[in-house]
């Protein structure tokens, strides 16, 4: 079975912070992506990494960064962290190309910054 | 851009009955996929199902089945014999061919009532 963690399931953070958001993929999946889940709004992707030290940016990349140094991890970063950043943050993996391209989820942080 | 839109924010279904949760999606292009994804209480999204645009014939999975009308932009997820675990979050999502990216739906809310 495909394994997609995030380090943290709940992490409570101040205003003005650096927060460092973990997930690492168990399938060696070229493709990795970080989403933000908010109620009534569905999933927003942030950023997308296709190898590594390659990313993209998706629909809401304002006040984010993203690293891949190596192929099976993938860091959000909050440079400083605000109240409207409180959220769920979903990471995925999948393979690239074709109808076998699903991706796989993690568990999501939620994410307070007070 | 691609859009898909889910019109009912919450659906309930008693237990052992049929539901059908709504997805309409817009796109000018030719090759692309469709899923539905489910995201239980405090547990990671998984796939469902999927459904290739070039395919006539609908998806089925056990007791999970699309209408899939591509003229019409509409993508349905039918549950047959409705169980307590299938109480979840309910996301629509599209793909479009060669790119890795998914567009979401902002999701329908499934309660299953005994």
């Known amino acids: 079975d495909v394994k997609v963690t995030q380090s943290s399931r709940y992490l409570v953070k101040r205003t003005g912070e650096k927060v460092f958001l973990e997930c690492v993929q168990d399938m060696d999946h070229e493709n990795m992506f970080w989403y933000r889940q908010d109620p009534g709004l569905g999933l927003r992707l942030i950023y997308f990494s296709y190898d590594v030290k390659m990313k993209e940016k998706g629909d809401i990349p304002e006040g984010y960064s993203v690293s891949r140094e190596k192929k099976e991890r993938f860091s959000l970063i909050l440079e400083s962290a605000s109240t409207n950043q409180t959220s769920m943050y979903l990471c995925?993996?999948?393979?690239?190309?074709?109808?076998?391209?699903?991706?796989?989820f993690g568990a999501g942080t939620r994410l307070s910054v007070l | 851009a691609q859009t898909v839109t889910q019109s009912q924010p919450e659906m309930s279904v008693q237990e052992a009955e049929t539901v059908t949760l709504s997805c309409t999606y817009d796109t000018s292009e030719s090759d692309y996929y469709l899923f539905w994804y489910k995201q239980p209480p405090s547990r990671q999204m998984i796939l469902v199902i999927r459904?290739?645009?070039?395919?006539?014939q609908n998806a089925t999975e056990n007791r999970f089945s699309v209408n899939f009308q591509k003229a019409a932009k509409s993508f349905s997820l039918k549950i047959s014999d409705s169980q307590l675990g299938d109480a979840a979050m309910y996301f629509c999502?599209?793909?479009?061919?060669?790119?890795?990216?998914?567009?979401f739906g902002k999701g329908t809310k499934l309660t299953v009532n005994p």
């Open positions: 995925a993996s999948s393979p690239p190309g074709g109808v076998l391209n699903i991706q796989y």
């Open positions: 459904q290739e645009a070039y395919k006539q």
């Open positions: 999502a599209y793909r479009q061919g060669g790119s890795e990216k998914l567009v």
